[in-house]
């Protein structure tokens, strides 16, 4: 219970909502199987829809913070999360030509929702605390799609991959009621508007906080990286004999051990510095790849998820909070927003990237990866000594859930 004591009610509130919403989210998890089975795409179209919809993704959470800062982010969660709710019960009933706009509308209005949950939980847990505050919020992600999926499957097994689309709209409508509810409607903001004349823009903001700026790129290398496990990782397993089974079982393993150590880690790291832990964290997503340069044997590949998995639990929470509490207060939204995108970016980069190099070049891939994640880790870690320039606003006073 020490590790929710500093966690507002309204966040554990919006984390159970979290959960729930996570578990219904099941239509990127099928997409490219219901294009190429009952749609009857061919693969190539199929990639194609499905990249649009990332890119979706990527910008809904480069810019639902700016509707947040200004609107308030109450309201962007809200208006995401129900125009994502009422576009996916649609899609089933949509022609082809449709989906190339409708899905990314979809993916557009969650990836706001993403945005905008990271900045409702900056702007009102205390600074110094908003560790365990993330680390509540991943948890009940990660709890939510580790039951989502294979309730999935049973569902399109016995039913059809239409439902799959009914269950993650009307999910996702019950979800946008349910915040409705739970997060305050009104509140005070203590920071000028994003559109206020006189707040300094957030290119100043970030140029008087190089840190930032360092961790920024370095989540983006990174993400390239992480996210090959979901793109060549498995071909890489299945041409050296390693089968879907053993896949899925490293997938387990990854999401096993976050869910149990996630937020304990969180809790006893709360003290130590932010940068330090993030940047071994990255590190750690480095080596994790190179484990598989000399061999892709099963001992290979689960110490590979191991060291992957501990990178994680290292980095994601504690870059998403250094963030928030390094952020002024008039673009908390914003700031989250771009480290949102930048955390994502790797879901429209990481196939057509790693892809490209395995087909050509394949055993460059895991040492490019565990480079490039070394070199993020490393730069992050150095950036610990770059300060906030005094004149600039640092930081912002918790709040409550405004909008």
């Given at each position: 219970?020490?590790?929710l ?5 309204a ?12 578990a219904?989210?099941?239509t ?15 693969v ?8 649009i919809?990332g890119a979706g993704?990527v ?9 947040g ?11 995401g ?5 009422a576009?996916l019960l649609?899609?089933p009933?949509?022609?082809v ?6 899905l ?9 929702v993403?945005?905008?949950?990271s ?28 039951v ?35 997060l305050p409607?009104?509140a ?15 290119w ?12 920024l ?25 390693l089968g ?6 490293l997938l387990?393993?990854n999401?096993g ?16 510095a932010p ?17 598989l340069?000399?061999?892709a044997?099963?001992l290979?590949?689960?110490t ?23 952020a ?13 995108g ?13 892809g490209?190099?395995?087909s ?16 993020a ?6 950036a610990g ?16 859930l405004?909008?």
């Amino acid at each position: 219970m020490g590790m929710l004591r500093d966690v507002p009610r309204a966040v554990r509130l919006l984390a159970f909502g979290g959960f729930f919403n996570s578990a219904v989210s099941l239509t990127f998890v099928y997409l490219f199987v219901y294009l190429t089975g009952p749609r009857g795409l061919t693969v190539t179209q199929a990639g194609l829809i499905s990249g649009i919809g990332g890119a979706g993704v990527v910008a809904g959470n480069f810019t639902g913070g700016w509707f947040g800062d200004r609107y308030g982010h109450r309201r962007a969660l809200l208006a995401g999360a129900t125009v994502s709710g009422a576009v996916l019960l649609t899609l089933p009933l949509l022609p082809v030509a449709a989906l190339y706009a409708a899905l990314p509308l979809a993916e557009y209005a969650s990836g706001v929702v993403r945005a905008a949950n990271s900045a409702l939980v900056a702007v009102s847990v205390p600074e110094g605390t908003r560790r365990q505050g993330f680390a509540v919020m991943r948890f009940a992600g990660n709890a939510g799609f580790t039951v989502g999926p294979p309730l999935g499957a049973l569902l399109a097994a016995h039913t059809s991959y239409d439902w799959l689309f009914a269950v993650d709209g009307l999910g996702t409508l019950a979800f946008a009621a349910y915040a409705s509810r739970v997060l305050p409607a009104r509140a005070a903001v203590h920071a000028k508007p994003a559109h206020d004349p006189d707040a300094p823009s957030v290119w100043r903001e970030l140029r008087a906080r190089p840190a930032v700026l360092v961790l920024l790129a370095g989540i983006l290398c990174v993400d390239l990286v992480y996210r090959q496990q979901y793109s060549t990782l498995p071909v890489f397993l299945a041409d050296h004999g390693l089968g879907t089974q053993v896949y899925g079982w490293l997938l387990a393993i990854n999401g096993g051990v976050i869910l149990c150590l996630e937020l304990p880690a969180a809790h006893a790291l709360r003290k130590r510095a932010p940068l330090s832990i993030v940047g071994t964290g990255l590190l750690l997503v480095g080596l994790g790849y190179a484990v598989l340069i000399p061999g892709a044997g099963l001992l290979f590949a689960i110490t590979m998820m191991l060291s992957l998995t501990a990178g994680e639990i290292l980095y994601k929470t504690t870059a998403t909070a250094y963030v928030a509490d390094e952020a002024p207060a008039h673009a908390q939204g914003r700031f989250q927003s771009l480290y949102a995108g930048a955390s994502v970016s790797g879901q429209v980069l990481a196939p057509p990237l790693g892809g490209a190099l395995y087909s050509t070049a394949p055993g460059l891939l895991w040492p490019a990866c565990a480079v490039l994640a070394g070199a993020a880790g490393a730069a992050v870690l150095a950036a610990g000594r770059l300060r906030t320039r005094p004149s600039t606003e640092t930081g912002s006073p918790p709040r409550a859930l405004a909008g």
